[in-house]
């Protein structure tokens, strides 16, 4: 029965995609070298370990929404979990490294994102969780199927400027929100009337009627 490790080398935004992708770097190594491996159909949980790093005050403030108050912190600051992915991984004797592409949302209601807009600087610890299952050659050449146990973990630390590239090539300059269809339908009714050309004056307008600064 193959002993798969797994271990986690390195991140990359995806050039080509048709959605914001990362692509993890995967290294899988069978203790039992000499063993030939098929194929693995992988599953893999991602974790924000959001313990293992430090937070300035201008990120705790954005943070207020996930984690509350910072007092309160030493309760609210858990593990979140970010998504759930699947792999093919290609016949291998010994260890090969693969691509785990790990699609992106911007949307802005998604905890995970409020939590990478947060961070300005610094890495994203992460915890992999892997299962799946492993088909292999067995005695005599025979074609041999066995489970891998989520006992099986990698971290990483994801740099934050990894996200904010890729997201910057994806939606350069913008950010994304949804709205309830009423609301925007009183919004499009408030374009309208004041003749505005883009959503962004019609913003601008709001916030300057309401007495804020805009900059």
Excluded at 27 to 35: C, L
Excluded at 87 to 100: M, N, Y
Aim: aromatic fraction near 12%; glycine fraction near 6%.
């Amino acid at each position: 029965m193959p002993d798969l490790n797994f271990e986690v080398v390195g991140a990359e935004a995806a050039h080509f995609a048709a959605v914001p992708t990362i692509n993890f770097k995967l290294r899988v190594v069978n203790t039992i070298a000499e063993e030939y491996i098929h194929s693995v159909a992988l599953r893999c949980q991602i974790q924000l370990a959001v313990t293992r790093r430090h937070y300035s005050s201008e990120a705790q403030a954005r943070l207020l929404e996930v984690f509350g108050e910072p007092k309160r912190w030493g309760k609210t600051l858990r593990n979140l979990l970010w998504t759930h992915v699947n792999a093919g991984v290609p016949q291998f004797s010994g260890e090969i490294t693969v691509d785990l592409p790990v699609p992106c949302t911007y949307d802005f209601d998604v905890v995970s994102v409020k939590y990478f807009n947060a961070l300005e600087d610094g890495e994203i610890p992460l915890i992999f969780l892997f299962s799946g299952t492993v088909f292999y050659e067995g005695e005599e050449g025979k074609l041999q199927v066995g489970q891998i146990s989520w006992s099986r973990e990698a971290s990483y630390r994801l740099p934050i400027a990894v996200w904010q590239d890729m997201m910057a090539r994806y939606f350069p300059n913008t950010a994304w929100i949804h709205m309830h269809k009423d609301v925007f339908d009183q919004l499009y009714r408030y374009k309208v009337t004041l003749g505005l050309p883009t959503w962004e004056e019609v913003i601008v307008h709001l916030l300057q009627t309401s007495g804020e600064e805009v900059h």
